[in-house]
């Protein structure tokens, strides 16, 4: 079975004595039709050769971020962006506490610094170094920041020792890498999603916004597309690189977002809101900068309504599967099942915004899933991990019509 067909898999090694087992790692993905690429660490290469690795994966093993030729072929920026996951296995104590801090010391961290797809580290070491209190603060903030951790195993250690810190067996690395992909659960699926702020001009240089990042949303582009789903990202002005493969439109104002949607929302299969959209803009826009003439002077703004997008997706015969977003600070679930009632929509995510840590432009995300008769509650966790579980919610839910695997 071919159940990683298509996939890209960065697998980076670090240095330790399993790192002679990411030889047999890669034959095994690429069993799975995985596209294998090899980073390797100064401390990896003591124990495997790249030339081996080369010659298994069929692609030039990457290792120095300073190399010139290399970085003009296919440099870190590229790397991050090719790759549907970067596998890192074996990963050592060393690279686990660089990854957990952020290091961009060496090409493999620094691609990963850069990544926006999914990271899982399968960890190997002795078992006094797994056990150790910084090894597992790293681990845990790793997993908090959407890390996903394979293993390690326990039993007979190389250094002669017994415990937990062996690499997990290929075979078990094999299967939770391909657990880490929906498995194309929305194979064949047209899938729309509004993310970011929008901005109402006042005049030229002043606009109405709010605090949206689009991380969320670009979160859930790039979960859907890992789904198998063509994906257009309709977008307000963010500072977020494209998720890979998405189609982006970038937009500017709730109007031209609402003209967007209309326009790709007609035979999508799911339509997902989850921009933060100005619910009003100013009636007039003024063609000059609207200046101040004397000090307390008063301007006022007339507000008008801004079409309602989803609510309009919504009420399209023979529309999508209309998921929206229900940011709130008190009665985030009553006033989210308010908006799913009131916009007529298939699910609605009630997002806690009452912590600033999470929410609008933060990494993590609280959220409940409301649809039918179900609801479920995510706890805090980062966008990419609460994205994909959303995306594989919206999968089992939705309606025979628009599923196509
Ligand atoms: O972008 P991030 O920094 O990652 O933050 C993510 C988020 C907090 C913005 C996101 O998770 C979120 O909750 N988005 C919805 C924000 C919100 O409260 O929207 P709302 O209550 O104004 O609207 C409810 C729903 O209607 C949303 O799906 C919204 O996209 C949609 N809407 C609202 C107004 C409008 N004119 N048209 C719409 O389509």
């Not at 004397?294 to 997706?313: C, F, H, M, Q």
Request: glycine share 8%.
């Amino acid at each position: 079975m071919n159940l990683l067909a298509g996939k890209r898999i960065l697998l980076g090694v670090t240095g330790g004595i399993a790192a002679y087992k990411s030889a047999e790692l890669i034959r095994r993905l690429q069993d799975q039709g995985a596209d294998v690429h090899v980073v390797m660490t100064a401390a990896a290469t003591e124990f495997i050769t790249p030339l081996t690795l080369q010659g298994l994966s069929g692609h030039p093993v990457h290792l120095d971020l300073l190399d010139t030729e290399t970085e003009s072929v296919m440099g870190h920026i590229e790397l991050a962006r090719w790759a549907d996951l970067i596998l890192i296995a074996p990963a050592s104590a060393n690279f686990i506490a660089r990854l957990s801090q952020g290091h961009g010391s060496d090409l493999l961290s620094t691609i990963c610094l850069a990544a926006q797809c999914q990271i899982a580290v399968a960890p190997a070491m002795n078992q006094g170094m797994w056990a150790n209190a910084a090894t597992q603060e790293n681990v845990r903030s790793l997993m908090t920041q959407g890390t996903a951790i394979f293993g390690p195993d326990e039993g007979l250690q190389a250094c002669g020792e017994i415990g937990e810190g062996r690499l997990l067996d290929v075979a078990g690395i094999v299967d939770l890498t391909i657990a880490t992909f929906p498995n194309g659960k929305l194979r064949g699926c047209k899938v729309v999603i509004t993310a970011g702020p929008t901005r109402e001009a006042i005049d030229p240089v002043r606009y109405i916004s709010n605090h949206s990042s689009g991380k969320q949303g670009y979160a859930l582009a790039e979960a859907a597309i890992e789904a198998g789903a063509e994906v257009i990202l309709i977008s307000g002005p963010t500072n977020l690189a494209p998720p890979n493969r998405a189609n982006v439109i970038p937009v500017t104002s709730a109007q031209e977002m609402y003209e967007a949607s209309m326009q790709e929302a007609t035979g999508a299969d799911i339509f997902i809101g989850v921009a933060a959209v100005a619910d009003f803009r100013p009636t007039e826009v003024s063609r000059q900068k609207i200046k101040k003439d004397k000090s307390g002077s008063r301007v006022t703004i007339t507000l008008e309504e801004n079409p309602d997008i989803i609510a309009s997706v919504a009420a399209l015969g023979d529309g999508p599967f209309t998921v929206g977003f229900a940011a709130e600070t008190s009665h985030v679930i009553d006033y989210a099942r308010a908006k799913l009632a009131k916009k007529n929509l298939d699910m609605v995510i009630a997002n806690n915004v009452s912590n600033q840590e999470i929410g609008f432009n933060s990494d993590e995300n609280e959220t409940t899933m409301i649809w039918g008769n179900q609801e479920q509650t995510l706890p805090i966790a980062s966008k990419r991990n609460i994205a994909t579980k959303i995306v594989g919610t919206i999968a089992e839910a939705l309606p025979e019509s628009h599923a196509h695997d």
